[in-house]
């Protein structure tokens, strides 16, 4: 008897069944699972007993190490205690306690805009306010490699989508020149994208965007903290903040908790607090969390010394790779990402469990995450990781890279 495919039952699950062939057949091979690790104990910042080994960590989005800070666990914990373990509310009923109020008030000191509003997670921030402001007849022009909560803002929104060619600004240029005349659009771009850490040429592409009467939106998930003078991102660094119209950030990243936000200088912006789905129908951040992202906001501003030695961080294992034999996602280091481009997923996951085996965690990226079909393996360095750290990092490399025979 024929076997009968799931395609063929109606199971509205047969539009995975590639997707699950693909991962038992590489599981079949024996390999650790790179999707399912567990962290069993953390032990710092940089470290973690990960599936039963000591492992320093170079996968996380840590980057300024803000997870262990005394002042921050504190302000957490006395939170906890105050306030309890929730709001149980949604922000436009019961859910906006006096800690609400304070992280929004770092946030507005943070970068010195007028608005702040904080979401529950960096994904709702960008669902939220792009689905919100470019809706049915707007048009939203985009970088093809936009995370994908900038993609289901859009989705959610309805407006015309227009992406351009990552990070090309004739493209973007092109596509705005094409829009029609008096119809509103927003521009959305990211300060580092995320996959191959590669930075965007801000300076020029918000001058053009402006030209044509667009406005800015930059989400700078992972440049807050680190890149610019006073850690505001990438349209600091660039010299571009006061052209921005809207800026998305994540508290999971640099800040050390979980959270989402937008500041802008917008005179109507807080009526999003009243228009915004994702922000209104949803309850709002536990106590604990929004008085440990508020403590680290204040500390990350007074960062200067850690940014400059995650610099020499990003810059000594960038090098040191390339020296190895291995291809960057970057030719010079721009960021607190170093991507390290894989032959394909089957040789990625080897490398990845043989980098498991010494000690290391890093995280495997491949489509339809990654750009242009690449497996990556993606290194995030932290302002925790000592120099010794990076050099044992590079002999782990070393030594799984020839093993697996990808250097
Ligand atoms: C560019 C970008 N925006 C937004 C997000 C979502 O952030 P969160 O983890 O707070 O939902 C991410 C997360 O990886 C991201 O990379």
Wanted: hydrophobic share 40%; proline share 4%; net charge negative.
């Amino acid at each position: 008897m024929n076997e009968v495919t799931s395609a063929e039952t109606g199971d509205l699950f047969s539009k995975f069944d590639d997707l699950i062939n693909t991962r038992e057949t590489l599981l079949s091979s024996g390999i650790e699972d790179p999707y399912n690790l567990v962290m069993e104990k953390v032990l710092s910042p940089t470290r973690a007993v990960c599936n039963g080994r000591d492992t320093i960590l170079l996968g996380t989005y840590n980057y300024m190490g803000m997870t262990f800070d005394p002042d921050v666990i504190e302000a957490g914990k006395d939170a906890l205690d105050k306030f309890g373990s929730g709001t149980t509310g949604s922000r436009v009923l019961n859910g906006t306690y006096q800690g609400h109020k304070d992280c929004e008030d770092a946030l507005i000191e943070f970068y010195g805009m007028d608005h702040a509003m904080v979401f529950a997670t960096g994904y709702q921030a960008n669902l939220g306010i792009i689905s919100t402001i470019a809706g049915k007849g707007d048009y939203v022009v985009l970088d093809i490699d936009s995370h994908a909560s900038i993609w289901d803002g859009c989705a959610m929104g309805n407006a015309e989508i227009v992406p351009f060619k990552h990070n090309d600004v004739e493209a973007m240029e092109k596509r705005l020149k094409r829009i029609p005349e008096g119809a509103k659009t927003l521009v959305v771009l990211e300060g580092v994208y995320s996959m191959l850490g590669d930075v965007a040429p801000l300076k020029e592409m918000v001058r053009i965007a402006k030209e044509h009467g667009a406005m800015v939106l930059v989400d700078e998930a992972h440049s807050m903290g680190f890149i610019g003078e006073n850690g505001r991102g990438v349209c600091e660094e660039q010299g571009v903040m006061d052209d921005c119209d809207f800026i998305i950030g994540t508290f999971s990243k640099s800040v050390g908790t979980v959270g989402g936000f937008c500041v802008s200088n917008h005179p109507k912006f807080e009526i999003m607090r009243l228009v915004c789905r994702p922000y209104v129908f949803t309850a709002s951040l536990p106590p604990s969390v929004v008085a440990t992202a508020a403590t680290s906001i204040r500390k990350l501003q007074h960062g200067s010394n850690k940014r400059a030695h995650l610099w020499e961080n990003s810059k000594r294992l960038h090098s040191g790779l390339l020296d190895l034999g291995f291809s960057l996602g970057t030719e010079t280091p721009q960021s607190a990402i170093v991507a390290v481009i894989m032959p394909d997923l089957t040789q990625g996951a080897m490398m990845w469990e043989a980098l498991l085996k010494e000690g290391l965690y890093v995280n495997l990226a491949r489509p339809p995450a990654t750009p242009a079909n690449m497996t990556l393996l993606r290194c995030s360095l932290c302002a925790e990781h000592s120099a010794e750290e990076v050099e044992t990092i590079l002999g782990m490399f070393e030594r799984a890279g020839k093993k697996i025979g990808i250097i």
